[in-house]
């Protein structure tokens, strides 16, 4: 059973293939410190598998020449430092030396041999000069170990976290030991001096992951509820579920965060500019991949809005008053300053007559709850009352997870209609303002006009559209004839191509349309990262929706055989397959252009807690179905035969009906077309999915999508992630 070998082995299988400056000198680096071996400026540390290196580095572009005590990626040509020791006091020369104390603790002095840094533990007896020794593991963690005592470790970096957050590595808070670890930023991307930003998790009020700068908050997840953080969309909730471990343990009064693979590949990082993101390395473009940062949008942003209003990135403006309030400051607000919320309408019965049973509650559904909430032990039928009874409580809400949650005073960093939301916050409100009896008719008038309005402002648009289409037209003609134009003349190189003619039939876009449908790319727009670059939703100037695919630049190939090789998939039809809608070359700029998917991929329902309930057995087989009919296309009913390469849930997506659609089909091809098809050495697909012969010798065929298809059934129907942990630290697969 080859593919059992640990997900670690065929890393270093591809390091090794990757990096081909890998040399005998690197590979046989020390890997410990001792009494009797420090290590000087000039040399460093490996780790055994040569992942990690530890010695000292200056930060690339910094000015000055100041020398840092540091853990790096080793071969990643980029330099990534994941941990500094001497971070707010660096050396000025060459002259430091690490090395294990008198006293048995790894101490950094410069060259006048004064303290720079030290580990600063109290040895439990007596120290001797050999008593401890230091060493950098496998996943890039620095441990002082006693030599007696069973080895015990005094102390450890990952016990003293920087700004990245590596695999094993475990970050949280424990009331009961007071430990708390937190990811603190450097000050600049040149300067690894300690930052204003820290990121970490909160115990009270609510258990919730922060980002502050100082000490605001400029960032909160919203409360944990067991399975998720209440206030993260899909996109971002999805990151937690995907690759850490949550684990609260009331008990103990912990609630830690920690990765849930192994690969040391991956990091979280949080950079100067106070974004959380996590990056992975691209063994294809040999360049950190980033997925999703948080904050993500204006709304994530801590108290975007002010009190008593809510946040939307949907709505213009984004910030909206709750039911029942107005702005503050309409001068203010009408300008866009949004800081100073909005107050109540009517005072609330409490207030006036002391009773609060004058009161009501408004009701909005899939809300980011507000900052602070209050835990209580009513049930969900005692909530209201209880809120009710208390006269500074301004709302409610309950979630099985979480149970009854109460909040005093203002009600800040809400956001509205969360498109993964499950909890609905109730707002207290005088219960004039809250009869729906009352309000229902005044209501009824205000939507009758407004949509009569809108309907006379529709035809209105509606015939101005089409006056000025018409003398659009030819505008749009002559951009496209100069399109093709330039097409021909960078094709017109090799006119015997057999394809050539087939250029025109491919719809082409203009950058500058694509840009602007995506709002130029912004990270609001950003639908997911996949193999070959950042996936984007656009919405072209007539209204149709699209998703755009950002080709990373390091594709290696000519520009005639991406178009060919794109005309020939664009023409690939099948009601499995994502339809290739166009695509767009300009300059660097390389884009393709897929038809909207509004349900996402398969990964998004099948490994959510919460979600995966609407996958009933039917719609699984249904799913299962449609992709063997998809797949078989690609290998044997199409013009082409096709193998994907990278079948996994994240590529599989699904239309209203919850039909699949399998993506990224032909890319591989598009991008090994110059490749002997039958071994190749860049090995591209997703670790857990490829079959052993592929990961491991880079030969592929059609059974290796089919070993592909095996794992990806394997977790539609036990909705369990192949590369999460299973008993006896297995996976799904080696489990099963
Ligand atoms: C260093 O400077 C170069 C040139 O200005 C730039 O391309 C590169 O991104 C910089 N690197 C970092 C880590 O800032
Ligand atoms: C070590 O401990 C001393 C005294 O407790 C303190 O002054 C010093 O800043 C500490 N050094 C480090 C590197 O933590
Ligand atoms: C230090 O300890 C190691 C292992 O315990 C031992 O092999 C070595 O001889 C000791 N060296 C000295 C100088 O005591
Ligand atoms: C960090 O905070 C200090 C004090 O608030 C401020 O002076 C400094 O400009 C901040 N630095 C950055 C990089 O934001
Ligand atoms: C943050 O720290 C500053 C100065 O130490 C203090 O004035 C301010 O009140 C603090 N803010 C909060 C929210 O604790
Ligand atoms: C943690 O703190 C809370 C509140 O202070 C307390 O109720 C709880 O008992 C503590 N848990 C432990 C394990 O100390
Ligand atoms: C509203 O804000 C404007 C601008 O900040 C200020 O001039 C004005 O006095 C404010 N009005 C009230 C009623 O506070
Ligand atoms: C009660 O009224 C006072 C004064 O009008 C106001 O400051 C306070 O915020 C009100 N309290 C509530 C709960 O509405
Ligand atoms: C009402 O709520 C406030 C704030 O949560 C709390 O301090 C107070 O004890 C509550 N009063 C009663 C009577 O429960």
């Known amino acids: 059973m080859v593919i059992l070998l640990s997900r670690r082995c065929f890393l270093v299988l591809l390091l090794l293939a990757t990096f081909s400056c890998f040399s005998l000198k690197l590979c046989f680096g020390q890997d410990s410190i001792t009494f009797s071996t420090p290590v000087k400026d000039s040399e460093t540390l490996l780790c055994n598998n040569g992942i990690f290196r ?4 200056t930060p690339v572009n910094s000015t000055g020449h100041l020398r840092y005590v540091g853990i790096w990626y080793a071969k990643v040509p980029v330099q990534t430092v994941v941990w500094v020791a001497n971070k707010d006091a660096p050396i000025h020369d060459t ?68 700004n990245s957050f590596l695999a094993t590595m475990i970050i949280g ?34 258990r919730e992951l922060m980002i502050w700068k100082s000490n605001v908050t400029i960032w909160r997840s919203g409360p944990w509820n067991g399975q998720i953080f209440v206030g993260l969309e899909d996109e971002v909730a999805l990151l937690f579920l995907d690759g850490y471990n949550i684990i609260s343990d009331n008990n103990e009064g912990t609630f830690t965060v920690s990765y849930a693979t192994d690969s040391p590949m991956y990091h979280m990082n949080l950079d100067p500019d106070g974004l959380l993101y996590i990056r992975s390395w691209s063994t294809s473009t040999r360049a950190w991949e980033i997925g999703n940062t948080i904050p993500t949008t204006t709304c ?14 949907k709505e213009v403006p984004v910030c909206k008053c709750v039911y029942g309030f107005v702005p503050r400051n309409s001068t203010e607000w009408n300008r866009g300053i949004f800081t100073n919320g909005c107050a109540r309408r009517v005072p609330l019965k409490c207030n006036v007559s002391g009773g609060g049973n004058g009161d009501g509650f408004s009701k909005m559904q899939k809300m980011k709850v507000p900052a ?15 809120c009710l009874d208390n006269c500074s409580c301004t709302a409610y809400a309950y979630d099985q997870g979480i149970g009854c949650m109460l909040w005093s005073g203002n009600l800040v960093d809400m956001q509205s209609s969360l ?33 009569g309005v809108a309907f006379v402002a529709a035809v209105c648009i509606l015939l101005a559209c089409r006056k000025f289409k018409k003398r ?19 094709t017109s190189v090799n006119e015997s191509a057999p394809n050539q003619g087939n250029l025109k039939d491919l719809p082409l876009f203009e950058f500058k349309v694509l840009a602007a449908s995506t709002d130029n790319f912004s990270l609001i727009n950003k639908l997911g990262q996949g193999g070959f670059g950042p996936v984007y939703k656009g919405k072209l100037p007539e209204g149709k929706e699209i998703a755009v695919k950002r080709l990373s630049r390091a594709s290696g190939q000519g520009l005639e055989e991406l178009m060919n090789e794109v005309v020939v998939i664009s023409k690939l039809q099948h009601r499995n397959l994502v339809k290739l809608l166009g695509c767009c070359i300009e300059g660097e700029e390389r884009l393709l252009v897929y038809e909207y998917m509004p349900k996402k991929s398969l990964d998004a329902y099948l490994f959510d807690p919460l979600k995966q309930k609407i996958l009933d057995w039917r719609t699984r087989f249904n799913i299962m179905e449609g992709i063997c009919r998809g797949l078989l296309y690609l290998h044997r009913d199409s013009r082409l035969k096709i193998i994907h390469r990278d079948l996994k849930a994240s590529n599989i997506l699904l239309d209203d009906n919850l039909n699949p659609k399998i993506s990224d089909f032909g890319l591989a091809r598009v991008f090994q077309v110059n490749e002997d098809e039958a071994n190749t050495r860049r090995v591209v697909g997703t670790y857990g999915y490829m079959s052993p012969e592929y990961a491991m010798e880079g030969f592929f065929s059609e059974k290796s999508d089919v070993f592909s298809l095996g794992v990806l059934f394997l977790e539609i129907i036990s909705g369990r992630k192949n590369s999460h942990k299973e008993e006896n630290n297995l996976n799904l697969l080696a489990y099963v």
């Open 419 to 451: 498109r993964s939301g499950i909890v609905d916050l109730n707002i207290r409100v005088a219960n004039s303002h809250s009869d729906p009896e009352k309000t229902l008719s005044k209501r009824a008038i205000i939507t009758a006009s407004v949509l």
């Open 173 to 206: 808070t424990s009331n009961r030991t007071g430990e708390n670890l937190k990811l603190t930023s450097w000050k600049s991307y040149t300067d690894p001096s300690t930052g204003n930003y820290t990121a970490g998790i909160s115990l009270f009020p609510s």
């Open 372 to 386: 602070n909430a209050e835990q209580t032990l009513a049930n969900e039928e005692a909530c209201p009352k209880v």
């Open 54 to 57: 530890f010695g000292f580095f």
């Open 95 to 162: 002259s430091g030396v690490i090395s294990i104390s008198g006293k048995g603790n790894l101490v950094v002095k410069d060259g006048l041999n004064r303290l720079i840094w030290s580990t600063n533990v109290t040895l439990p007896v007596a120290p001797i000069p050999n008593a401890t020794w230091v060493q950098l593991t496998d996943n890039g963690n620095l441990r002082l170990q006693e030599n007696r005592n069973k080895g015990e470790i005094l102390w450890e970096s990952f016990k003293h976290p920087y």
């Open 472 to 490: 659009s037209a030819p505008e749009k003609d002559r951009s496209a004839e100069i399109m093709f134009k330039r097409m021909e003349a960078l």
């Open 300 to 313: 994530d942003v801590y108290g975007r809005c002010g009190p008593f209003a809510s946040c939307s990135v």
